[in-house]
């Protein structure tokens, strides 16, 4: 079992900037594919971004250019640098990983949003 727990979100102005910071525990040796996730009131999940084996991420179109994801030095902890935030960016952003991965499958995946693991969320508010 792998546990995850997400931290960072609050509320900015439009332009603004945050981290998110998704830590996992628990049999986490095993997992090799980390993504994020967001779900906006009245829509669906929304894949944000990917980190695969080898470190290949894989980004949303709507966030490319505004948004990298890496992970720590800690290995366990993945991170969502979010920059130039606008008001459709609000929503609740969820981090999920899938142990024993391959590259493939955990880009399929990430887009049909079929994570084995899933935090509860950190709320991102963009709002003047």
């Known amino acids: 079992q792998v546990r995850l727990v997400e931290s960072g979100g609050g509320s900015v102005p439009p332009g603004g900037s945050l981290r998110l910071s998704c830590e996992a525990s628990g049999n986490s040796d095993s997992v090799n594919c980390m993504g994020w996730f967001r779900q906006a009131p009245g829509k669906a999940r929304e894949p944000i971004a990917i980190l695969t084996i080898a470190n290949i991420t894989r980004l949303t179109d709507s966030v490319k250019g505004r948004f990298t994801i890496s992970k720590g030095n800690d290995k366990n902890i993945l991170y969502l640098q979010m920059n130039s935030l606008n008001s459709e960016d609000t929503a609740l952003y969820y981090c999920?990983?899938?142990?024993?991965?391959?590259?493939?499958?955990?880009?399929?995946?990430?887009?049909?949003?079929?994570?084995?693991?899933w935090g509860q969320g950190t709320q991102v508010t963009v709002s003047s």
């Open positions: 999920a990983a899938r142990p024993q991965s391959t590259f493939g499958t955990c880009v399929r995946g990430w887009e049909r949003s079929e994570m084995d693991y």
